[in-house]
């Protein structure tokens, strides 16, 4: 099946920076779904994207789509403590199956 | 009011014995899923039903065996644990064989 790829692995900024993790893959997707897991919890659904060039903004994250639909982006403008975390980035393959990103670790120096 | 619920929340218990996770949901969703969440938070499907129907099998050892009861629940069984089957696993629903998931609170299965 298809993976994607997420950079970088782990990230650790001081509070007020900005953080970016990426997801690449080799084919064309769908789509793509992004997750936050917290230290000691379950994955929570962020947002889908589903068309090219697609932006979408929750108050300080911002979700990009690639306009050839192989590359989606997450931002996090002005980190607080409470966006630490695991983010993730997935893929829906067929039924609905979700081809999860390796992760990006966030944390978060106060 | 919990969406989706796992129990036990931990599990310790040794080589060779068989042990069962059991997941339900209140969502109404159609489709439930089990995933499996390494020591490197690595995240892998490993089955899913839509309506009491296995829909995904991944390739995952027969000593893992789910089963369906109705569409509310779907509880995995574990025969004959092995130290590699340490690991956090999460069950998951969605409404229908799309969008997003809805993750339970997951269980944390140690192999001694």
């Known amino acids: 099946g298809q993976q994607v790829m997420q950079i970088p692995q782990y990230q650790h900024v001081q509070e007020g920076e900005d953080f970016t993790t990426y997801c690449n893959s080799s084919t064309t997707l769908s789509n793509i779904q992004w997750y936050k897991q917290r230290p000691g919890g379950h994955p929570v659904f962020l947002i889908q994207?589903?068309?090219?060039?697609e932006v979408k903004k929750q108050k300080r994250l911002t979700f990009q789509f690639g306009e050839a639909k192989k590359n989606s982006s997450l931002h996090i403008t002005a980190t607080q403590t409470t966006d630490v975390g695991t983010y993730f980035c997935a893929q829906t393959e067929y039924g609905n199956k979700l081809v999860f990103g390796a992760g990006t670790i966030l944390r978060v120096k106060s | 009011d919990t969406a989706v619920s796992q129990t036990p929340k931990y599990l310790v218990t040794q080589m060779g014995n068989d042990k069962s996770i059991k997941c339900e949901q209140n969502?109404?969703?159609?489709?439930m899923y089990w995933y499996k969440q390494d020591s490197k938070k690595f995240l892998k499907i490993m089955f899913s039903?839509?309506?009491?129907?296995?829909?995904i099998n991944e390739t995952v050892p027969n000593r893992f065996s789910p089963k369906s009861p109705d569409k509310a629940h779907l509880n995995l069984h574990i025969n004959s644990l092995e130290l590699g089957d340490s690991a956090v696993y999460f069950c998951?629903?969605?409404?229908?064989?799309?969008?997003?998931?809805?993750f339970g609170p997951g269980t944390r299965l140690t192999v001694l």
């Open positions: 994207l589903v068309k090219s060039g």
């Open positions: 039903y839509n309506n009491k129907e296995l829909i």
């Open positions: 969502l109404g969703h159609d489709t």
């Open positions: 998951a629903s969605s409404q229908h064989t799309k969008g997003e998931q809805f």
